[in-house]
């Protein structure tokens, strides 16, 4: 786990698309309690909570303690009782310090060889303040009781939010719906339409919506090395749904998701605008009722092969995807191919309000 | 297990007043204290009779005789020493013995090898032995035991006004020879539910031997307070069963007002029950990979036999 020696290679065709037998040997082989991917910014935690107090948190296991240093955050591998007196990892610097970067309200840190973390490797999340500073009822915590692939794979397969979450974001009526998925070696996004789709609940409720029907495009975005997925919705009738969601891999086992959801498009006398972002409780632990008896049964390989219909395509890729990247960093390539930094607005139709 | 060094009795329950049976698995022993307070391990059955020695009692000279017919052992190395109505000073053929057991004591614990020739490991230099203290039987398999510890503390064990989450700081790993992982804990009482909470302000670490399953436990606040510390040695008994004997001590100086209240009270207990209809749907979790981490250990450590 903690050889990071940075190799590149030359290996640079589509796992997606190179071979189609390739492909679904890969897609079964999916274990993903045993992918852990180096060289990536995590969102530790929201800035809010970090203060000259240390916080402690953890990827893989691997200790992060973060606080404030004259307002800077800073991130170390002991807490600053204990000193570096138990020892040091490859993760850090000689003074025992995780690179930090602090943007889109978020304390961002380095997991992987230190000299190789850079700006450019942290995702693009168009629609947060690159300063921070969302209010308070839009940002929560969360956790998932599986492991991080997992709870992504399940994100990006929308199909099971029309039975898991039905009451929150509506069920399976609708009369069409559609799928794309684009990707490149760093990101994974998922684009789904659904003309007429049964209104959302949460909509009708809280969000002044009349119609019995609305128009969707959904568009989740994976990070596939950070672990961070941005989920945006088009509704209409209805607001925009902007969601930022992290799912920062604790343990093997266990999620942590800091989410994010800017609803500062809504209008402020639209209970919507308060309501929805406190929906993650409810929909996180409905996601958790499925994904965590699921998380056992993917700590092995497995002989058995998953089935999958054509809606699963988004998931199907993702495995992939993650699984070539872990390829290349055990043959000791960690390099990016593909800037995740780049504004990704055009990618996700992100209309400004 | 054979060359294991198991906690087979806490050293306050080893005395010369009176033999005890304990068993590791389906080996009976008795345990007592010979004249010069020494722990003495043998068979708990006479070679004469089959009878169980801890039915009989410890003499002056610190020997242990038989209840049925007398004959007395000496603990060091289980000869037979005396048959009293043989009235004859004749030494006995070597093979007149009950099988001896290596034993040795450390930290409160009087721990014992089934290869009476192993050398006892050095006692820890920071050990002490922990003021509390107690022993329960569960009718749960050891390793189910030990894997129940590490996927829910709460099956098996209660600190006062303490609340284990699901949430770890790090999972089961292999540290110095030890399974090691630390569990996010809340204090009881009216809390944000652990799903929801983004940071806890105590956690359980716990240190496990491979291979006997003795594990350490350290119960810490946020600033790395310590606020408890207790040592969980389960063996595996008859029939299926674990015995868990165990050591607790609660830190002199515990800050903020539920780790003082900690004080109050029972502020540890091992439960002598398991809820099983709790450890049916136990979801394997930090205990999925024990298996693998004790064969690497084994594999680093060529001496050492998997229990």
């Avoid at chain 1, 607001?239 to 809504?266: G, I, K, W």
């Avoid at chain 1, 395509?313 to 993702?318: D, N, R």
């Avoid at chain 2, 050293?11 to 009176?18: D, G, L, P």
């Avoid at chain 2, 590490?150 to 700081?169: E, H, K, N, Q, S």
């Amino acid at each position: 786990m903690l050889d990071i020696k940075d190799t590149p290679t030359d290996d640079h065709a589509d796992p997606v698309t190179a071979d189609p037998r390739a492909f679904a040997a890969k897609v079964a082989a999916w274990v993903p309690h045993d992918i852990v991917l180096k060289d990536a910014w995590f969102p530790l935690a929201h800035s809010f909570a970090v203060t000259k107090k240390p916080v402690r948190r953890a990827v893989y296991s691997q200790p992060y303690f973060l606080w404030r240093e004259g307002g800077k955050a800073v991130a170390a591998e002991t807490h600053p009782a204990e000193g570096l007196n138990t020892g040091k990892s490859a993760f850090t610097d000689t003074a025992g310090r995780y690179p930090v970067i602090e943007k889109y309200g978020y304390v961002w840190c380095w997991f992987g060889n230190p000299a190789n973390a850079a700006p450019e490797h942290l995702p693009s999340l168009p629609y947060l303040p690159e300063d921070g500073g969302l209010p308070l009822h839009m940002l929560g915590t969360v956790r998932f009781d599986c492991t991080a692939p997992l709870s992504l794979e399940n994100l990006i397969d929308l199909t099971h939010a029309d039975f898991l979450h039905a009451d929150v974001v509506g069920d399976e009526k609708m009369d069409k719906e559609t799928v794309e998925v684009f990707h490149d070696s760093e990101t994974i996004t998922m684009v789904r339409s659904c003309v007429n789709k049964s209104v959302a609940p949460v909509m009708k409720r809280f969000g002044g919506v009349k119609s019995d029907v609305q128009q969707v495009r959904q568009v989740i975005r994976i990070y596939l090395r950070s672990h961070a997925a941005i989920a945006y919705g088009r509704f209409s009738p209805g607001d925009n749904v902007q969601l930022f969601h992290p799912c920062v891999p604790e343990t093997r086992d266990r999620t942590r998701l800091d989410y994010a959801m800017n609803t500062s498009n809504v209008k402020k006398s639209n209970p919507f605008r308060y309501v929805m972002p406190k929906a993650s409780y409810k929909v996180s632990r409905q996601d958790s009722f499925m994904t965590s008896p699921q998380s056992p049964r993917y700590m092995r390989p497995e002989k058995r092969k998953d089935l999958h219909s054509p809606l699963d395509e988004a998931g199907q890729k993702y495995r992939v995807l993650m699984l070539a990247l872990a390829e290349r960093q055990a043959r000791g390539d960690f390099a990016y191919r593909d800037n995740v930094s780049a504004d990704c607005s055009e990618i996700i139709g992100y209309q400004k309000s | 297990m054979v060359d294991a060094w198991w906690a087979l009795a806490r050293s306050e329950e080893v005395t010369s007043a009176k033999p005890i049976n304990v068993d590791l698995a389906e080996q009976p022993i008795v345990l007592w204290r010979d004249a010069e307070g020494v722990a003495r391990a043998l068979e708990d059955r006479c070679p004469h009779r089959r009878a169980p020695l801890s039915l009989g009692c410890v003499l002056g000279n610190g020997m242990i005789q038989c209840g049925y017919h007398g004959w007395t052992f000496d603990g060091a190395s289980g000869h037979l020493k005396n048959i009293p109505n043989l009235k004859s000073e004749a030494k006995f053929p070597s093979l007149y013995r009950a099988a001896a057991f290596a034993v040795t004591e450390s930290n409160g614990f009087v721990r014992v090898c089934l290869d009476a020739k192993a050398q006892a490991p050095a006692p820890s230099p920071t050990g002490e032995t922990l003021p509390r203290s107690g022993a329960v039987n569960v009718a749960l398999e050891h390793e189910h035991y030990i894997n129940a510890l590490f996927d829910d503390p709460a099956l098996v064990l209660a600190i006062r006004g303490v609340r284990f989450t699901p949430y770890l700081m790090a999972e089961l790993a292999e540290q110095d020879g030890r399974l090691v992982m630390e569990r996010s804990c809340q204090w009881a009482g009216p809390r944000w539910p652990s799903p929801f909470s983004s940071d806890f302000p105590i956690s359980l670490r716990i240190s496990t031997d491979p291979r006997t399953g003795e594990s350490d436990l350290l119960l810490r606040d946020d600033a790395f307070n310590p606020l408890l510390n207790a040592t969980l040695a389960p063996v595996p008994a008859a029939r299926g069963v674990t015995q868990v004997r165990w050591r607790a001590k609660l830190a002199a100086h515990r800050p903020g007002l539920m780790a003082k209240w900690l004080g109050t009270g029972t502020p540890f207990t091992v439960l002598p029950t398991i809820d099983g209809a709790a450890l049916r749907i136990l979801k394997p979790s930090a205990s999925v990979h024990a298996a693998a981490l004790r064969e690497a250990i084994a594999a680093a450590t060529p001496q050492a036999v998997v229990a």
